[in-house]
C-alpha cells in the first residue's frame, strides 16, 4: 500500500471536488471510442495538474497522454469506475492488496482487457516546482478477472430516485445551506454545474442527467456529517446515519452507473 492515500467515510465525497477515476473512466472510454485524442483527453483529466502512471503494462513511469494513446494497442476494451467505501466494497475485483488501497483511496479505475488491471490515484504531498497545479500519481497492479456486478444506469437512476423519494423529510430537515451557509455556495455550484464534473463526447443524455443529480446528493449528504452539532440538533447522530447512508449509497453507485454508461451497452 501506499501510504498517501487518505482513509475515507461512508460518505465519500472527493475533498477537492474532484473524481479523478471519474474523469479518467469517462475521458478513456472516449478515447477508445475514437471520439477525442490521447491528448485532449488528458488535458480534461488532468486540468492544471501532473498526473503519472506508474507500472502500467510493463511501464515503470509514462504521462497520461502515453498511457492513453496505448489503451487500445494494450488490449483494453473499457474503463470502469468504483466507487468504494467502508461496508460497501462494490465493484472491487480483488485481490485483497488492491481492494485494500483502493478502499484507502475511495476510488479506483478498473481496465477491462485480456488482462486486467486497476488504477488507484494518490496526491502527492509535496509539488514539482514545474507543475502549475497539484500532482498525482496514478498506482497500476493486476486485478481479478472474474465478472464484477455493477448497477446499470437505469437500475441506479430508479434506486436514487425512489431513495430520495423515501427521504423527503430527512433531506428537508438536513438542508446544509440552513445552518452551514458556507456549504450553500458548493451546493449551487454542483447544482448549477459549475465545477461539477461533465462527461465525455460519447455519452447519453440520461447519463449527464443521472451524474449531476448523484452528485448534488453526494455533496449534501458529504456535507451534513461535517458538522456533528448540527446533526445533533436536527435528530443526534444515530437517526442522521440511518436517514444519510441510503441517499449516501444510492449517490454513490448512481456515479459509477453514469461514468460506467459508455460501456454498459458492451457488457
Not at 513511469?61 to 468504483?82: D, F, M, N, Q, W
Not at 454542483?190 to 447519453?204: E, T, W
Amino acid at each position: 500500500m501506499w501510504a498517501s492515500a487518505p482513509r475515507v467515510s461512508a460518505y465519500a465525497f472527493p475533498m477537492d471536488g474532484v473524481l479523478r477515476s471519474g474523469r479518467f473512466v469517462a475521458w478513456g472510454n472516449a478515447v477508445l471510442a475514437g471520439l477525442v485524442s490521447p491528448d485532449t483527453a488528458a488535458e480534461r483529466i488532468t486540468g492544471r495538474d501532473c498526473h503519472r502512471v506508474l507500472g502500467l503494462a510493463g511501464l515503470d513511469e509514462s504521462t497520461l497522454p502515453v498511457i492513453l494513446a496505448r489503451l487500445r494497442t494494450t488490449g483494453v476494451t473499457g474503463l470502469r469506475l468504483v466507487l468504494p467505501v467502508p461496508g460497501d466494497l462494490l465493484g472491487l475485483p480483488g485481490p485483497s492488496e488492491f481492494n485494500v488501497d483502493a478502499l484507502a483511496a475511495g476510488e479506483a479505475v478498473l481496465l477491462d482487457g485480456a488482462e486486467a488491471w486497476g488504477l488507484i490515484p494518490a496526491v502527492l504531498e509535496e509539488n514539482p516546482d514545474d507543475c502549475p497545479g497539484i500532482s498525482v500519481h496514478w498506482h497500476a497492479a493486476r486485478v481479478n478477472t472474474a465478472p464484477i456486478d455493477l448497477p446499470s444506469l437505469s437500475e441506479a437512476e430508479r434506486e436514487l430516485a425512489e431513495t430520495m423519494r423515501a427521504a423527503t423529510d430527512a433531506l428537508d430537515a438536513l438542508d446544509v445551506a440552513r445552518w452551514r451557509p458556507e456549504a450553500a455556495d458548493k451546493i449551487s455550484a454542483i447544482r448549477s454545474g459549475n465545477g461539477a464534473d461533465v462527461l465525455a463526447p460519447g455519452y447519453p443524455q440520461r447519463a449527464h442527467r443521472v451524474l449531476a443529480l448523484a452528485q448534488r446528493v453526494a455533496a449534501i449528504t458529504a456535507l451534513a456529517v461535517d458538522d456533528d452539532g448540527a446533526a445533533f440538533n436536527l435528530h443526534g447522530m444515530t437517526g442522521r446515519d440511518a436517514e444519510l447512508r441510503p441517499l449516501a449509497r444510492a449517490a454513490r453507485r448512481a456515479q459509477m452507473a453514469a461514468y460506467n454508461a459508455m460501456i454498459e451497452s458492451r457488457v
